[in-house]
């Protein structure tokens, strides 16, 4: 080995220097090396056969199917929640009905109170309005026969007033008995 | 791509731009020893290390020796360093790297154990479904149990193959020597355990019972031949396609010494940059999912 290349050296000397250094032909094909490339990649290989079977490979994997079951769990729990979701709307359109209904139900009430109410009090105020008016005309009546009284005797008063006037001794009971006639006819 | 540095010295020296497009798949020690130079004879161009030995020297190492200057000599470039199946080089040093780069991303991506990923993780969790469903897919649910070996390959490559991809790395999956250990580890695992699972039964992948009678032992050599040629052309396919791109960009950049081609040249190397990244990929891409038909076979032989 040693004196093959010191006689291309020779050869290669008076060219350039160190043809040694570049590569004769294809390196890949320097068998001495092979021994060497050959051990370093079994060993490469068993490093990596064995960090990849006991440690990355069962960790990734694991990880893979935890996530799987994470998934498919989480949609179970999406199936569940969207059932929930369905029966609370459904509640609630039931209570919102109820409260509808409940509410025209006082609505009526309400309105069926008042007007009971409202009856009474018309009722009440009626029969107050036709008293007082009965009363009113009671006093209309009095006072109208009071003014009547009234024309009677301011009629006599001067009936016997002229008749004295005139120079005639008045008759009272001749006076108003005249008076009464005439104010009947 | 890890001679750029000597691509820059040789450039000084020869008064251009020079590109050793082959240089960057040399295999090289990451300790490289150096000796210094002792005494030189200017007849024939060597000089005598401190440690005895005997190396050429170039004129200019000559010059700056004469000049009183100490001369170191790089003992691998010299040919005079070994190398043993143990040295750490540079090959082992990516082959580290892309150890290291899975770890991060397939162990520390996932350390959080995230239900909602973070972005490592989901990456993590990219690769693991796309190979663990082009397992299933193809070799079905017997074919999980050999999804981290599949895994395994697949990962290894992937970043073998995007950390060649760096500037002053080493592919390590552009070394025949890789792919081919690579592709005869899935044929003779494919292989033994066709022959374990199915016994003799495995042989009916050569016979071809869908066929008229007289051709099947026409076709039962064709399939035999193809079975036997499948970790040549599995292994062939990644390291050439690598080695081809890698040094085709090292081509263009060697034409960008003449200064009007420049602006072409880098165009043209950011062009094939572009499809180094797919090819990445697909090479990655192509490896596992034969690996997973030849499992196939191996599951079910029977056509």
């Not at chain 1, 570049?22 to 890949?28: I, L, T």
């Not at chain 1, 729990?77 to 109820?98: G, I, M, P, T």
């Not at chain 1, 026969?145 to 001794?169: M, P, Q």
């Not at chain 2, 973070?118 to 190979?131: D, H, K, N, T």
Request: aromatic share 8%; with cysteine; hydrophobic share 55%.
């Amino acid at each position: 080995m040693a004196t093959e290349t010191h006689d291309a050296g020779h050869a290669a000397a008076e060219m350039t220097h160190a043809a040694a250094d570049s590569a004769p032909g294809m390196p890949q094909l320097d068998f001495s090396t092979f021994p060497n490339q050959i051990f370093w990649l079994v060993v490469t290989l068993v490093v990596i056969y064995f960090i990849l079977s006991r440690v990355a490979l069962p960790r990734i994997g694991g990880i893979l199917s935890e996530r799987a079951g994470t998934i498919t769990n989480d949609l179970a729990a999406a199936e569940d929640l969207k059932v929930k979701a369905a029966e609370a709307e459904d509640a609630y359109n039931k209570a919102l009905a109820e409260a509808r209904a409940e509410a025209q139900r006082i609505a009526t009430e309400a309105r069926a109170e008042i007007q009971a109410d409202l009856d009474v009090a018309i009722a009440k105020a009626d029969a107050e309005i036709s008293a007082k008016a009965a009363e009113s005309e009671k006093a209309i009546s009095e006072i109208r026969a009071g003014a009547l009284e009234s024309i009677e005797i301011v009629a006599r008063d001067t009936a016997a007033e002229i008749v004295s006037v005139l120079g005639f001794k008045s008759d009272e009971a001749a006076v108003s008995g005249a008076v009464t006639e005439r104010m009947k006819g | 791509m890890a001679t750029e540095a000597q691509g820059a010295e040789h450039a000084a020296e020869s008064g251009g731009l020079v590109f050793h497009p082959m240089d960057q798949f040399i295999v090289k020690p990451l300790f490289p020893q150096h000796s210094e130079v002792a005494s030189v004879s200017t007849s024939d161009l060597n000089g005598v290390l401190s440690t005895g030995e005997t190396v050429p020297l170039s004129l200019q190492q000559i010059e700056s020796f004469q000049s009183g200057k100490e001369v170191i000599v790089n003992l691998f470039d010299a040919g005079l360093q070994k190398l043993y199946w143990f040295t750490p080089t540079n090959a082992a040093l990516w082959m580290a790297i892309a150890v290291l780069a899975i770890i991060v991303l397939l162990v520390m991506g996932s350390s959080r154990r995230a239900v909602v990923p973070s972005r490592m993780q989901s990456i993590a969790e990219l690769a693991y479904g796309f190979v663990h469903k082009m397992v299933v897919d193809i070799c079905g649910k017997e074919g999980v149990k050999f999804f981290p070996y599949v895994m395994t390959l697949f990962m290894f490559i992937v970043s073998a193959n995007f950390l060649g991809l760096l500037p002053l790395s080493f592919s390590t999956t552009s070394h025949f020597a890789v792919t081919v250990v690579l592709a005869l580890l899935v044929f003779l695992s494919v292989t033994i355990l066709g022959f374990v699972k199915n016994g003799a039964a495995f042989l009916g992948l050569f016979w071809v019972s869908s066929a008229p009678l007289p051709l099947r032992p026409i076709l039962a050599v064709i399939e035999l031949i193809s079975y036997f040629v499948r970790p040549v052309s599995h292994s062939i396919r990644l390291a050439g396609n690598l080695m081809a791109g890698h040094a085709v960009i090292k081509v263009f950049a060697g034409f960008a010494a003449l200064t009007v081609v420049s602006p072409v040249s880098v165009l043209a190397i950011t062009a094939m940059y572009g499809l180094e990244v797919l090819v990445a990929f697909i090479q990655a891409y192509v490896f596992t999912i034969l690996t997973c038909v030849y499992l196939k076979d191996a599951l079910h032989p029977s056509h």
